[in-house]
């Protein structure tokens, strides 16, 4: 089923911006659909962003809508989920999950405080 390996993550101030990357090996890349999901302390995790093989086809949860931008390159296999505004509800650890297989990365944690 391959592997993903998240990256990017950090603790910023609220307002900042981060580009978080899941790199993918294992499996054939370019025709695979990924999801970013995201799990706040003590939550369950919940669904972010989901790119599919057409690069332009994505779909976002309401909270994610106009504040992060899924995308990917195909060529580093990579999916990227560039994150703006960020705000203390955003913290949390994200994972990046290759859709219909029990595929997720080890996940990256995001910390946003003043």
């Known amino acids: 089923q391959g592997r993903l390996v998240e990256s990017g993550g950090g603790s910023v101030q609220p307002g900042d911006s981060l580009r978080l990357s899941c790199v993918g090996a294992?499996?054939?890349?370019?025709?695979?659909?990924f999801s970013w999901y995201h799990q706040a302390p003590g939550k369950e995790r919940k669904h972010v962003a989901t790119?599919?093989?057409?690069?332009?086809?994505?779909e976002y949860s309401d909270s994610a809508k106009g504040h992060f931008t899924i995308s990917r390159n195909n060529r580093e296999n990579t999916v990227y989920l560039q994150m703006t505004n960020l705000k203390p509800e955003d913290t949390g650890v994200y994972y990046c999950?290759?859709?219909?297989?029990?595929?997720w990365g080890q996940g990256t944690q995001v910390t946003v405080s003043s």
């Open positions: 294992g499996f054939p890349f370019s025709g695979a659909a």
């Open positions: 790119i599919y093989s057409t690069p332009t086809l994505t």
């Open positions: 999950h290759r859709m219909n297989y029990a595929t």
